[in-house]
């Protein structure tokens, strides 16, 4: 398997060749473009030039004299035009690379250039009440040109040299780039591996500025984040579920052995506590069953339309006289005809856990439970004044067996599940339970269901 540095380096250099060989082509092409347009110039230019220097000569009757030879010789040296004048219609001269015929006497005229690859100009004038006709020709393609073709293949050369200099810097570029690139890519690689070990202290922030790499690495920093954290809750959980089943165990253990020893009678009382904590570990091991059962069967549940509003009216009155006896101010606010799809038993039961657990860590102050509708969503609250969650623990509070507090996390009895329980209850409904506390203040637990007409 190809190491990434080498494939992204290879990637980027057939892009950067891929780049250079279009923009070579494309100069190359736009370069002849503009050097034929220039030619064409300059041809017209010379053309002009030419015309009017034979027009001169012919006006001062010095055409077969002395400058006849000099002249033509130096427009026929590059071997790049071909000239033929005419005189009323008779021809006197031609000049061009291959032949040099001058004088009307002269029978035999060979074109130098032919008339698909030639480019022909024709100027007319009249000098001493005779016309004539000048055709210029010149090469079509300029490749034909010596000295343009050696123009242009230096040009090619030059364009060669570029693309060889520019491949060697693109391909040191592209292996330093590469590696700087690829950087953070490791980086987030070895956290995973990290994660993946348990080793989350070693996990490390990557060195990016890339949004969708910075991204991801902040996603798997708090994947991280969370799995630690379940790793801490999977162990305390285990330490939670040996302490709650020894417990109980123990107990049944010890007063078993002391009836079998003649330590103690089995008397109503010693039976009593044996079946005290025979039904400890049943209401443990019923919670655990109901919490895997609505965890693993949401959908199976039997739902209904039910009314909300006169639940949890039923639920208050069965509650109110204990809080009232915990000498704590109550108050309720219940919206009424709130009707909702879902079991009524489960319901009821999450309804009851959530209140129960404001009852449980409430010592002074008040309860208050509200039941109202919003924007099409059934909201029941119930906020107390206990002795609150701190900001850490929140997110754990629904987690089967959590105790924000260890030190006194039995003293309030009961197994740590009433709220797992009533978080996938809430879930098998399509609902959503959240928590609002702070430390010595209160508590707000609140869950929301969709609303039927």
């Known amino acids: 398997m190809t190491n990434l540095n080498r494939l992204f380096a290879q990637y980027f250099i057939i892009a950067i060749i891929c780049v250079l060989l279009v923009m070579i082509l494309i100069f190359n092409y736009t370069s002849t473009i503009f050097f034929t347009d220039f030619l064409a110039t300059t041809y017209e230019k010379s053309n002009d030039t030419v015309f009017e220097t034979i027009k001169v000569l012919l006006e001062n009757d010095a055409f077969f004299g002395f400058y006849r030879r000099n002249f033509l010789e130096s427009i ?168 709650e089943l020894k417990t109980p165990i123990t107990a049944l253990s010890a007063n078993l052995e002391a009836i079998l020893d003649g330590i103690y009678e089995a008397d109503h009382d010693r039976i009593k506590i044996l079946l005290d904590q025979t039904n400890r570990l049943s209401r443990l091991v019923n919670g655990l069953s109901k919490l895997t059962i609505l965890e693993t069967n949401a959908e199976e549940l039997n739902k209904e339309r039910i009314d909300l509003s006169s639940i949890v009216k039923d639920i208050i009155i069965t509650f109110e006289p204990a809080i009232l006896d915990q000498n704590l101010k109550f108050a309720s606010n219940i919206e009424e005809d709130i ?48 002795i609150g969650i701190d900001e850490k623990d929140l997110p754990y509070v629904f987690e089967r067996f959590y105790r924000s507090d260890e030190s006194r996390s039995r003293q309030t009895g009961g197994a740590g599940i009433g709220l797992a329980i009533t978080k996938a209850i809430i879930q098998a409904h399509d609902g959503e339970v959240k928590v609002e506390s702070t430390i010595n203040v209160g508590s707000t637990f609140t869950i929301i269901l969709d609303t039927v007409d």
Not at 217 to 222: D, G, L, T, Y
Not at 227 to 240: M, T
């Open 76 to 243: 026929a040296q590059d071997g790049t035009i071909e000239l033929i004048l005419f005189q009323d219609e008779e021809h006197i001269m031609s000049v061009g690379p291959i032949n040099f015929v001058i004088g009307p006497d002269q029978s035999t005229f060979i074109h130098a250039f032919e008339e698909d690859n030639s480019i022909k100009y024709v100027y007319t004038f009249t000098v001493y009440e005779k016309d004539f006709t000048l055709t210029i020709s010149r090469l079509k393609d300029i490749k034909l040109v010596e000295q343009n073709a050696k123009y242009l293949n230096r040009l090619n050369l030059m364009y060669l040299a570029v693309f060889i200099f520019a491949l060697l810097v693109t391909t040191l570029l592209s292996l330093m780039l590469s590696k700087r690139f690829n950087k953070p890519i490791i980086t987030i690689k070895e956290n995973i591996n990290y994660i993946k070990r348990g080793q989350y202290g070693k996990i490390k922030e990557t060195d990016t500025k890339a949004k969708e790499l910075k991204e991801l690495s902040v996603e798997i920093n708090q994947l991280a984040i969370s799995k630690e954290n379940e790793d801490n809750i999977r162990k305390r959980l285990s330490s939670d579920i040996v302490h």
């Open 339 to 386: 009707f909702v799809m879902g079991n009524v038993d489960k319901l009821l039961q999450s309804f009851i856990n959530v209140i129960s657990n404001a009852l449980k860590y409430t010592e002074k102050g008040s309860i208050k439970v509200n039941l109202y509708k919003d924007h099409g969503k059934a909201v029941f609250e119930v906020k107390d004044t206990g």
